[in-house]
T-cell receptor, first 113, second 112 residues
Framework: NAGVMQNPRHLVRRRGQEARLRCSPM?????VYWYRQLPEEGLKFMVY????????ESGMPKERFSAEFPKEGPSILRIQQVVRGDSAAYFC???????????FGPGTRLTVL | QKEVEQDPGPLSVPEGAIVSLNCTYS??????FMWYRQYSRKGPELLMY????GNKEDGRFTAQVDKSSKYISLFIRDSQPSDSATYLC????????????FGGGTRVLVKP
């Protein structure tokens, strides 16, 4: 049973470009969470989604960031008009139901030039 | 004040020693407590998941939760160089819902 998959593993963007990060949860998991780890900082919650629904987006920056988890396909975290401060590791986690453990993917490391 | 406090270390121990890690938290509504291990440039790996106060043991790992003191611990017995990593505590529950709130992590170095 494959774990949480994220791609790309590394992404380089110039300021002003768009970044799209993809997350495929573990098989049988319908709950997806996105976290961000800034350099020398801890993991911070961004958004929690179930299929086709955003459950909690209290950690998402108000502008430029959006997330979706469509009925078919991976969850997408989208960052428009990236700035240098967006450079970080972005991790996706999934769980089978809300109250159980969250399992993390390997992360996408975004570098904004 | 951060919701979850964790000493950043580094914590250096000789191989075979017991590693003792802890976190304190301020939100009494937290109900679920986790420990993750993160190697450099990798994703967090779940080690322990506990719900209630008390002890939980899994192999070389023991997790303790004391809700009355808002204090959780992780003990690693017979430590190995491969245990060298950053250990993150995380918790959730109450009004925070299912989002995890993490401590800053403790860097552990096990010397051969």
């Amino acid at each position: 049973n494959a774990g949480v998959m994220q791609n790309p593993r590394h992404l380089v963007r110039r300021r002003g470009q768009e970044a799209r990060l993809r997350c495929s949860p573990m098989k049988g998991h319908s709950h997806v969470y996105w976290y961000r780890q800034l350099p020398e900082e801890g993991l911070k919650f961004m958004v929690y989604l179930q299929k086709e629904n955003i459950i909690d987006e209290s950690g998402m920056p108000k502008e430029r960031f959006s997330a979706e988890f469509p009925k078919e396909g991976p969850s997408i975290l989208r960052i428009q008009q990236v700035v240098r401060g967006d450079s970080a590791a972005y991790f996706c986690a999934s769980s089978p139901v809300a109250d159980l453990e969250q399992f993390f993917g390997p992360g996408t490391r975004l570098t904004v030039l | 004040q951060k919701e979850v406090e964790q000493d950043p270390g580094p914590l250096s121990v000789p191989e075979g020693a017991i590693v003792s890690l802890n976190c304190t938290y301020s939100n009494s509504a937290f109900q679920y407590f986790m420990w993750y291990r993160q190697y450099s440039r990798k994703g967090p790996e779940l080690l322990m998941y506990t719900y209630s106060s008390g002890n939980k043991e899994d192999g070389r790992f023991t997790a303790q939760v004391d809700k009355s003191s808002k204090y959780i611990s992780l003990f690693i017995r017979d430590s190995q160089p491969s245990d060298s990593a950053t250990y993150l505590c995380a918790m959730k529950g109450g009004a925070a819902g299912n989002k995890l709130t993490f401590g800053g992590g403790t860097r552990v170095l096990v010397k051969p």
